[in-house]
């Protein structure tokens, strides 16, 4: 019996200390932006994300931006490539964080915020085409609206009735 718990417990501290050596460091390559608008679009999306998950956006220059995040103690830093059809996302430094430049692991909470940054990235990205489909569909009934009022308008010109005294 004995030899079982030490068996087990022996397993189990291997398994954990696997576990905590760290995950491989997520970099996003060319995530495709579901319908092509303009630069400026991508990276305000990219700037609202950011907002929304804590991190710092700053431009770098056109097509590129740096991002900064503080958890307690912890530091990230990473560079967003992006231009009007995809944005790319990629590990530059970080803070106690045990990244391993030999192994390209670092800590799993690492991998979870860049996951979450990208999920917003998407949503932000996927409003923007709402909002333009929405302006889209408004200007669509504008027109169609202006069209039957001037058909109107020459159907009562067509109609004027004589005054009979």
Aim: glycine share 6%.
């Amino acid at each position: 019996m004995k030899k079982m718990v030490l068996i087990f417990a022996i397993s189990f501290i291997a398994l954990f200390i696997s576990g905590c050596g760290g995950s491989k460091v997520l970099n996003l390559p060319k995530q495709a932006v579901e319908r092509e608008m303009g630069q400026d679009d991508v990276y305000n999306a990219i700037l609202k994300a950011g907002n929304r998950k804590g991190w710092y956006i700053k431009q770098l220059s056109d097509g590129q931006a740096k991002g900064e995040l503080f958890v307690r103690k912890h530091e990230a830093v990473i560079i967003i490539d992006y231009t009007a059809t995809s944005y790319s996302v990629t590990y530059q430094s970080s803070k106690n964080l045990n990244y391993d430049a030999s192994s390209g692991k670092i800590h799993p909470g690492y991998n979870k915020w860049i996951l979450g940054l990208k999920q917003q990235i998407d949503i932000e990205l996927k409003r923007l085409n709402l909002q333009e489909s929405s302006q889209n569909v408004s200007q669509a009934k504008a027109k169609i609206n202006q069209k039957v009022k001037v058909e109107e308008d020459a159907k009562a010109e067509e109609f004027i009735p004589v005054k009979s005294w």
